[in-house]
Every structure is written in structure tokens, then in C-alpha cells.
């Protein structure tokens, strides 16, 4: 039985490295580590991916796959929702790094495996919804910054933060993580933390117009 580990970097600012080293210091115990780059997990269906169709040959009953959050696997609800479900079919565990979950097949229950379900589901669409509002952010950033350019108006001030900063920020909140905490993660002042929770979407259109 193997533990893989299933990385998934689509920008600049991802890297497998990270997403290895935060799998490591939550106690994993990595056997393998396949990774996908530069690939969009809203477009590109993981069997679709020249190491996610490895990793569905790898895989074997009693194996344990370790993704950090589930939009690793994929930022579409259906590719994702039936991803999870044909490795516990296999009889592979599914885990995840953030918030420690474990997803399996061993329960005949109904009642738990309506919950374990849910569970899945509800993870899956909040990793597509994230991906949505994020491209919608972007386009409107772009739009922005073209629109300025052609007016000569001024952009606007720089933002305190990076893009890197910004995603961290972002998914932190996402797993419900405390304002303080995440600024303590992030070398961001509370404040700065307050105002991406409070406009993403205005956040992402001023890193996307400073080309960040």
C-alpha cells in the first residue's frame, strides 16, 4: 500500500514543492508525488492530464491519495465529484492536507455515505465557484486596465500585496482561518487582510491591472 501524493500547479505563483512540504509537515508519509503543471483544473479533466491519467493507473485498493484541498484534483464540480468517486471505488482513500478530511468507500451505511456525499459535493462547487469568480475578476481587471490605458487615467494605487499573498489569503479564509491568524501567515496587516475578505474581486481586478 502507497501513499501519492497529487500536486497540481496551473500559475507562477504554485509550486509542487509547497504543496509536498505542506503534505510532509502534516505527518504524510510520501511514497510518490505526481504532478501536473501548468495546467488549468477548470478546463482540463484530471484523466485528461498527462499525470492525472497516471495517477488512475497507479492507483491499487489500499493505496492512500493525498491532495492538499480538493481543487488540486480539479476545479470542476462533475470532473471532481466523479474523480473521488472512482478511487473509492478502487478502494483508495482520498485525504486532504487542508482540514484533514478522509474520504473512502468502506462505509454501508446510507446514512453516512450521504453525508460523506455531501461533503464531497459541497467541496467540489466551492473549488469551481472560487475558479469562476476568479476568472470573472481577472476579465474585469483587464478590462479595467485597457480601458485606463486608453483614457490615460491613472491606475490607481499599487496594492500592498502579491499575488501569491493575495491566494494565500483567499483559501486561508476559505477554510474558515481567523483574520489574525492569516495575517500572522502572511506578513499582511489585518487591515489589508480585512479589505481582500471584504472586495476579492476588486483586489484581483488591482493586481490584475498593475500586471501583477
Given at each position: ?15 509542487i ?41 497507479m492507483l ?30 478502487r ?92 495575517a ?29
Amino acid at each position: 500500500m502507497k501513499t501519492i501524493l497529487y500536486a497540481r500547479v496551473s500559475t507562477l505563483d504554485q509550486t509542487i514543492g509547497h504543496q509536498e512540504a505542506q503534505a510532509r509537515a502534516a505527518g504524510f508519509a510520501i511514497d510518490d508525488v505526481v504532478a501536473d503543471e501548468g495546467l488549468s483544473g477548470l478546463r482540463v479533466p484530471l484523466a485528461e492530464r498527462p499525470q492525472g491519467r497516471r495517477l488512475f493507473d497507479m492507483l491499487r485498493s489500499g493505496d492512500t491519495l493525498v491532495v492538499r484541498w480538493v481543487d488540486r484534483l480539479g476545479r470542476n464540480y462533475a470532473d471532481v465529484t466523479d474523480a473521488i468517486r472512482e478511487f473509492m471505488r478502487r478502494g483508495v482513500i482520498v485525504r486532504t492536507v487542508i482540514n484533514g478530511l478522509s474520504f473512502d468507500g468502506a462505509t454501508t451505511d446510507p446514512m453516512q455515505q450521504a453525508v460523506r456525499d455531501a461533503l464531497i459535493a459541497f467541496m467540489a462547487a466551492t473549488a469551481q465557484a472560487q475558479a469562476e469568480a476568479t476568472k470573472e475578476a481577472q476579465r474585469a481587471g483587464i478590462e479595467r486596465a485597457k480601458a485606463n490605458a486608453q483614457e490615460s487615467k491613472y491606475r490607481g494605487r499599487k496594492p500592498g500585496f502579491s499575488r501569491p499573498q493575495f491566494e494565500a489569503v483567499r483559501d486561508m479564509l476559505n477554510q474558515g482561518t481567523g483574520v489574525g491568524s492569516v495575517a500572522a501567515a502572511t506578513g499582511l496587516s489585518r487591515q489589508t487582510v480585512y479589505r481582500i475578505r471584504d472586495n476579492a474581486a476588486g483586489a484581483e481586478a488591482a493586481l490584475a491591472e498593475w500586471g501583477m
